[in-house]
């Protein structure tokens, strides 16, 4: 199985190839030059793998939330793909990719995923591990941290850029219920081939953004 992953959704970005069980990756925090970078990374990862696009066999891009221009950039490659070789496309949630790159082997029982989304508010999702399998709570957000509302008492792993807008805001908002956190943390093209096989495929021409606001920015 040969997968092609584009992260874009935020000012690190990354592209991952998987060819078997080896994985190549190009990343690097770039912002506002995600147009110059994607496609000369995905080139360089088929030529280092040795192969062409005929040979891959599916693709996998966050879908949003994140950055307007960013997002688009990245569908648009990964479509343009799709369609020119008839690949099925795994569009998988940032938030979710971001989880998945925090805590890859899902030792994190209760995670909030946060990403900075401007204008003072983030984006956030609430997760919960049983076993193996981690589940969204509820529904994606955009949110003042100051309104963020644990579904329970936690300890909750809190990762992503969005603990940089408001990390006051929200240990209040967790209070005793605060775990680790890791404002480093960031999504990535690797944590969406651990995630490709979980979300179902669509057709290219099917594919869209998830923005979370009706005001976009980035």
């Not at 992260?7 to 990343?27: G, I």
């Not at 099925?88 to 971001?98: Q, R």
Request: some cysteine; aromatic content about 4%; charged content about 20%.
């Amino acid at each position: 199985m040969i997968t092609l992953a584009l992260d874009s959704a935020t000012d690190f970005c990354s592209a991952a190839l998987q060819v078997d069980r080896q994985t190549r990756v190009r990343e690097g925090a770039v912002p506002r030059r995600h147009a110059a970078v994607v496609v000369p990374w995905i080139r360089e990862l088929l030529a280092q793998a040795g192969i062409g696009f005929s040979a891959l066999d599916a693709l996998a891009v966050t879908r949003g939330p994140g950055g307007f221009t960013s997002l688009r950039i990245g569908l648009g490659v990964m479509q343009g793909i799709a369609l020119a070789h008839d690949l099925p496309i795994h569009p998988v949630s940032t938030l979710a990719a971001l989880a998945e790159a925090a805590d890859p082997h899902r030792r994190a029982r209760r995670l909030l995923a946060v990403l900075d989304a401007r204008m003072g508010e983030v984006y956030a999702g609430w997760y919960r591990t049983d076993g193996r399998t981690r589940r969204l709570i509820g529904r994606e957000a955009v949110i003042s941290p100051r309104a963020l509302s644990p579904p329970d008492e936690g300890p909750w792993l809190v990762v992503g850029s969005g603990l940089k807008v408001g990390p006051t805001a929200i240990s209040d908002a967790l209070g005793v219920g605060l775990g680790a956190v890791r404002p480093e943390s960031h999504p990535h093209a690797r944590a969406l081939l651990a995630l490709a096989g979980e979300v179902e495929a669509v057709d290219a021409g099917h594919l869209q953004p998830v923005y979370l606001r009706d005001r976009v920015t980035g």
